[in-house]
């Protein structure tokens, strides 16, 4: 298990469609692995592998709730979404950049879990909004492009001023 780097806005890897894990062995296993020691070192709630400059549809999470059990999902399928819900999002990838998103209040999404097995989570909440900005990721598309275009604006100018050191430091997603 290891702590990988986040990739920060700017870098290419963030803006590919990933490709569908074809079979899951160790190197997945160990993906998968890094990726939540990755997450918690960064104190995030969700993480996925282009973030750490993997190309695959896989993520985790784990949104510190008693009730939520943290996860993984290889190769995601949305199945059912309703309803709205307004809230605010951040990315460890935009460190220091947060904003008010629409997502879809419920989701019911199905996939992979680490072992191979099928699993389908049913969400609401913290948890349904995690898990829609991370298969967000798997698709090259970061928080700041569900923004208005002048939202996203006035983030991007805001980016452009922070030093490295800000850009740098820990972000919410």
């Not at 990933?18 to 990726?35: A, G, H, K, T």
């Not at 104190?43 to 695959?56: E, T």
């Not at 709730?65 to 290889?74: D, F, R």
């Not at 220091?96 to 969400?123: F, K, M, P, S, W």
Request: aromatic content about 4%.
């Amino acid at each position: 298990m290891a702590v990988r780097d986040i990739r920060i806005l700017g870098d290419s890897a963030l803006r590919v469609r990933c490709s569908e894990v074809e079979s899951i062995d160790d190197e997945v296993r160990q993906l998968v692995d890094d990726l939540l020691d990755t997450m918690y070192a960064a104190d995030g709630v969700g993480l996925a592998a282009p973030q750490v400059g993997i190309p695959l549809r896989v993520f985790v999470f784990d949104v510190r709730e008693p009730e939520v059990e943290s996860g993984v999902l290889i190769n995601p399928r949305f199945v059912e979404a309703g309803g709205t819900i307004r809230d605010t999002e951040g990315c460890l990838s935009i460190p220091g950049l947060n904003e008010t998103v629409e997502r879809y209040a419920e989701v019911v999404v199905e996939g992979l879990d680490r072992d191979g097995r099928e699993i389908r989570i049913e969400a609401t909440d913290l948890l349904s909004r995690c898990l829609q900005h991370e298969n967000d990721h798997l698709d090259g598309i970061l928080f700041i492009d569900r923004l208005s275009p002048l939202k996203r604006k006035l983030l991007l100018n805001k980016w452009a001023k922070m030093d490295e050191s800000e850009k740098r430091s820990a972000g919410a997603f």
